[in-house]
């Protein structure tokens, strides 16, 4: 290794976490042997020239995120996150399950809360969730698909086990930096790209955009399908734009539709147009001034009631908050248990339900060890991390959770897995979670291949959200087949087909002179030549 | 004006498109080599090479090879950096005729072929800045040189060597024919977002073929290329016939946008080798007819004599 890992192996004891790419006394590991053999090979003013080339392309193409009303690039770090194929494999097994039984779950809860009186969980914590909406409450939506897009965060501990942390089934964000990160890594990193096969990305807004199209209002044969934003302000606004274009789709504000009759139109030049499914980037408050927010000037009046009538789609459904509520995370395994009959395959980290009084007497008392969330927060908001607070914040703490138990949750604080990720002129541990993103469309549910890697550039922070100073990694997933000689690897045939000739036989003798002449000269680049 | 003058005018043209369909070429299917074995590597640069109108000289042509062969070669008239000497070089024959503006940003284009690393990471920042150097030639063309004569032989140059540019663009669908190949033949053009929302669901080879070669509106589609030709060479001899054409180039380049786009087919894809082939036998014979209608008369004169 060259000496930008030279004090790495004692940083990484200092954290006792799992190292994604080093084996315990700094031996790469084996899905990361390509990746390190290309860092072999670069020196510090190699490393940081890519890494500043890297960040300007970001900056260029706009590939920002919006930090109290600055627009700032995205940190993309220049040490991929590799994972190898069996360990994709349970991965994706794990969020599919994830998904099938939120949206099972999801189902229940708006309609006979069958999950409710089987005691799995109590009827109290579905309908205190403050997502829980019962404007939405007795239909089920047009396409029958309540979670099209989720993102599912996982983090690996320090033994090295995959644990669910939590599950976004509302609006999860990052998928365009899924997107972004691979392009600029294959010309920041080409070295490490060759002789293993790494699975493509670049597939997901195909499907996303199928997956939205099959779940259109029954009967329309060519839906139209937009990607609603909350305009130009919004810290996602890239995200939003990057997608609405790659599908080729209208990114529309709610000002640009109407409904009527139970029907959402789109102004255009060209008079209103029907619109059949909305991806809707906005939260559920926004969404219709006649029933949540008045004031919001962001939605659209008669959403709601025009998706209860079946005449729109509105992707993810109204009302999905309830399904990541933190408290309700927790119930998660046996609400697979319940409605799928199979064991979870991937585990939730244990948390403590501070409703439980055994369990909020046995927290209070050790506040200063765990993490304590807000059920409801995201991004990062809210969020006490025990060692790290100081007394009067853990004080303050201790009101709020007496005062609401409901609103919190606890963890045993996890040292997340680590990746070398640059800082100033050398690599150095840190902490990074994944968020896999699902699509689903009804019939499967379709994992994308790696999903966003977030790390905390800080040493030693356990935060990796992008507002308090985090960054990302593109993320590998090796595929599956084993590494043979590359002689072996079959090449894809180019289709031989018959040459038929549309085109009219030359007869101007004077083009036929000329064609045997130009079967001479190898190409017409080179006849050109002639000129210079 | 001189035929010189305007041989050399038309060239600059040719030569600063073909660097730009070049670098975009190169800059799209680049990453795309970089992710395969050595050996099919080794295989797919030959096969990229001939596409771009070369062969390859020995049988250990590899990446590295390709980029100096596409990038760097100054030797070369289909590399990045010889096209761009050549379209300087012309411009210096021209240089009381062009603007001032337009020779020094062919002249900086030029002394600046030098100042990049000819690895694969220093080429894609080469790819990046030729695009932008042919595009501030191409606009500072358009607005300090006066649309007369001069100005259509620079388009119609421009125009030929985009329809070529284009086709070569298309037939590296051959070349990489694993994955998604549509997506890179539109990227290589720039066409991808334009592509995306002229269609609502219909993506694949077929469309993104169609597109290239068909579309009406979108300026590097070939049919778009040859009606760019076509109206520049009836703007330069705009000799009113009852019957027919005199002008051989018009008369090619014609045939070829109508054939294009009043053709009916019901698989554009197995008839697209050919269609490649004749777009560019179609621009090498109206170059051709070109240079001896406007720039080599005495040559056409020998000629006719030839045959009376």
């Known amino acids: 290794m060259s000496d930008l890992f030279q004090d790495y192996s004692e940083a990484a004891g200092r954290t006792g976490a799992y190292d994604e790419m080093f084996a315990p006394g700094q031996l790469a590991r084996k899905s990361y042997g390509q990746v390190a053999g290309a860092l072999r090979e670069l020196s510090l003013t190699d490393v940081s020239a890519r890494a500043d080339s890297m960040a300007r392309t970001f900056l260029d193409r706009g590939v920002t995120f919006d930090f109290a009303g600055e627009e700032r690039p995205f940190p993309l770090d220049i040490v991929p996150r590799v994972i190898p194929a069996d360990e994709w494999n349970v991965l994706e097994r794990g969020v599919a399950q994830r998904v099938r039984a939120l949206e099972a779950f999801l189902n229940d809860v708006y309609d006979k809360m069958t999950v409710v009186s089987d005691g799995v969980i109590p009827r109290q914590l579905v309908t205190t969730s403050a997502h829980f909406h019962r404007q939405v409450h007795g239909f089920e939506p047009a396409g029958g698909v309540r979670v099209h897009v989720s993102g599912i965060d996982v983090v690996r501990d320090a033994a090295g086990t995959f644990r669910v942390l939590e599950d976004n089934v509302r609006v999860p964000s990052g998928v365009s930096y899924v997107l972004e990160n691979r392009r600029a890594m294959a010309k920041g990193l080409p070295e490490a790209f060759g002789q293993q096969l790494i699975r493509p990305v670049e597939e997901y807004p195909r499907r996303l955009l199928s997956a939205l199209r099959k779940t259109a209002p029954s009967g329309v044969d060519d839906p139209t399908v937009v990607v609603l934003t909350p305009g130009v302000f919004n810290s996602a606004y890239f995200e939003h734009t990057l997608l609405a274009g790659l599908m080729g789709v209208e990114l529309v504000e709610g000002r640009d539709l109407i409904c009527r009759g139970n029907r959402v139109y789109m102004r255009t030049t060209a008079g209103e147009q029907r619109v059949d499914v909305i991806y809707k980037r906005i939260d559920d408050e926004f969404l219709d001034p006649l029933q949540f927010r008045a004031d919001s000037m962001l939605g659209c009046p008669g959403l709601v009631n025009a998706a209860r009538a079946g005449g729109v789609t509105i992707a993810n459904a109204v009302g999905n908050g309830v399904a990541d509520d933190k408290l309700v995370y927790s119930y998660v395994p046996d609400l697979i248990r319940y409605y799928l009959s199979e064991e979870p395959v991937i585990a939730n980290v244990d948390t403590y339900r501070l409703e439980e009084k055994e369990a909020r007497e046995h927290v209070l008392d050790r506040l200063d060890e765990l993490v304590v969330k807000p059920v409801d927060g995201s991004g990062g908001k809210g969020l006490v991390i025990g060692p790290d607070a100081s007394k009067d914040e853990l004080e303050a703490l201790r009101k709020r959770i007496i005062a609401d138990p409901r609103g919190w949750i606890a963890q045993p604080v996890l040292q997340l897995s680590t990746v070398p990720t640059l800082s100033g002129d050398k690599f150095g541990p840190r902490h990074v979670d994944l968020r896999p993103f699902a699509v689903n469309d009804g019939e499967d549910v379709w994992v994308l291949p790696g999903g966003l890697t977030r790390v905390a550039l800080k040493e030693g922070s356990l935060i990796v959200n992008s507002s308090q100073g985090g960054g990302s990694k593109d ?17 894809p045939t180019i289709t031989v ?25 190898v190409s017409a680049a080179q006849e050109v030549t002639a000129n210079a | 004006m001189l035929s010189r003058i305007a041989e050399s005018l038309f060239w600059i043209g040719r030569y600063v ?28 640069a030959q096969e990229l090479l001939a ?15 390709l980029l100096n062969a596409l990038a760097y070669d100054k030797q070369s008239a289909t590399s990045i950096a010889g096209s761009l000497g050549a379209a300087r070089e012309n411009a210096r024959r021209a240089r009381e005729t062009v603007s001032s503006g337009l020779w020094e940003s062919l002249n900086t284009t030029y002394y600046g072929l030098n100042q990049h690393r000819k690895d694969v990471v220093g080429t894609y920042r080469f790819c990046n800045w030729v695009l932008e150097r042919t595009a501030m030639v191409s606009g500072l063309a358009d607005t300090t040189v006066s649309h007369d004569e001069s100005w259509q032989f620079l388009v119609l140059g421009r125009s030929l060597e985009r329809a070529d540019m284009t086709a070569r663009m298309l037939s590296t669908r051959d070349v990489l024919s694993a994955g998604m190949s549509w997506v890179n033949m539109l990227r290589c053009a720039g066409a991808y977002e334009s592509f995306l929302r002229t269609r609502r669901a219909a993506f694949g080879d077929q469309h993104a073929a169609e597109f290239l070669l068909l579309d009406r509106l979108f300026p590097r589609s070939i049919v778009y290329a040859l009606r760019d030709a076509d109206e520049c060479l009836a703007k330069l001899d705009p000799s009113a016939q009852r019957v027919g054409f005199i002008n051989d180039a018009r008369r090619i380049v014609g045939q070829a946008r109508t054939f294009l786009e009043f053709h009916r087919t019901d698989d554009l894809m197995a008839e697209l080798p050919e269609h490649m082939e004749r777009v560019q036998k179609a621009v090498s014979q109206a170059s051709d007819a070109i240079s001896r209608k406007y720039f080599n008369q005495a040559d056409e004169l020998a000629w006719v004599g030839e045959v009376s």
């Open chain 1, 475 to 491: 993320t590998w997933v090796l595929a599956d087949s084993p590494q043979v000689p590359v002689e072996v690897i079959p090449r």
């Open chain 2, 17 to 44: 498109e073909r660097a730009d369909g070049t670098a975009r070429i190169l800059d799209v299917h680049l990453e795309r080599l970089n992710h395969l074995p050595m050996e099919e590597q080794r295989s797919v």
């Open chain 1, 497 to 521: 087909r018959e040459r038929v000739s549309v085109w009219p036989v030359e007869s101007n003798w004077r083009d036929s002179q000329k064609e045997q002449q130009q079967q001479q000269q």
């Open chain 2, 51 to 65: 596409v771009m109108g070369a062969r390859a000289q020995n049988e250990d042509f590899g990446l590295p090879e």
